[in-house]
Nanobody, 120 residues
């Protein structure tokens, strides 16, 4: 069974940090670009960050540049999102997704999401 499982979300104060993990089972992440997207209540889904299948390129949304870092450990079949200097506007459910490339995450395989809440 192909599955992506996110973890690491929680409640943190503004300025704090969290590291999200996206672990794959049933398939190997090596051949996929992996991205993080988020959705806050009443807002449209937003692409946060993406890393190509070999990790040679990463992409970050304007709202998180300089604060969030995506990385991958193919040996552990896991992708990470290090989030620093968190702000209340970062509050959302964060999803990881796997796709052939970063432009097709919307049509890829998704995890169930993990809640991130940042208090002011």
């Amino acid at each position: 069974q192909v599955q992506l499982v996110e973890s690491g979300g929680g409640l943190v104060h503004s300025g704090g940090s969290l590291r999200l993990s996206c672990a794959a089972s049933g398939f190997t992440l090596d051949y996929y670009a992996i991205g993080w997207l988020r959705q806050a209540p009443g807002k449209e889904r937003e692409g946060v960050s993406c890393i190509t299948h070999r990790g040679s390129s990463t992409y970050n949304g304007d709202s998180v540049k300089g604060r969030f870092t995506i990385s991958r450990d193919n040996a552990k079949n896991t992708v990470y999102l290090q989030m620093n200097d968190l702000k209340p506007e970062d509050t959302a459910v964060y999803y990881c997704a796997a796709a052939p490339d970063c432009s097709r995450l919307d049509r890829g395989s998704w995890g169930q999401g993990t809640q991130v809440t940042v208090s002011s």
